[in-house]
């Protein structure tokens, strides 16, 4: 079945199957970079053990593990969920980073705590450097979904 939209005349026709495929491969791409940046960032932070916290390790190759599953998730969410909406690499690396800050208070203010059983919504030195961590993720996030999603074909 082929589906024409509003953001696809003009262009040729694609499947919505098709679309949706580009907007989680750019996702799952951009997540990922955004993860391994950031990953970088909370690595040198010693923040990473506690990444594997959530699934009840310590191992610094879990923590990664479990971080780029997270960020290949939410990549790929960002991408499916707003891809419609993405204006150029400008415009979706700035929805990207607004992305970040969303995450940072859903995941490190309150729902990383809950699971670990420690306070909610504690904003101190390690969840800054959080958040710093989380724009940085949003940056690159919507710079590669961005970059990839460029043509209108692909955010139909």
Not at 73 to 87: D, H, K, S, T, Y
């Amino acid at each position: 079945m082929r589906t024409t939209t509003n953001e696809t005349r003009g262009a040729s026709p694609t499947t919505t199957g098709q679309v949706l495929v580009r907007r989680a491969t750019a996702g799952l791409a951009g997540g990922l970079a955004g993860g391994v940046v950031f990953g970088l960032m909370m690595q040198a932070g010693g923040m990473i053990p506690m990444v594997a916290g959530l699934v009840g390790s310590d191992s610094p190759a879990v923590g990664w593990v479990v971080h780029l599953l997270i960020s290949a998730f939410f990549g790929i969410a960002f991408a499916v969920v707003l891809g419609p909406v993405l204006r150029g690499v400008v415009g979706a690396t700035l929805l990207g980073v607004a992305y970040g800050a969303v995450l940072w208070v859903v995941g490190p203010l309150l729902l990383m705590p809950a699971r670990m059983g420690m306070p909610l919504f504690v904003v101190d030195g390690m969840t800054l450097q959080s958040l710093l961590g989380h724009l940085v993720f949003g940056l690159v996030l919507g710079a590669v979904v961005g970059a990839m999603l460029r043509d209108r074909s692909a955010r139909s």
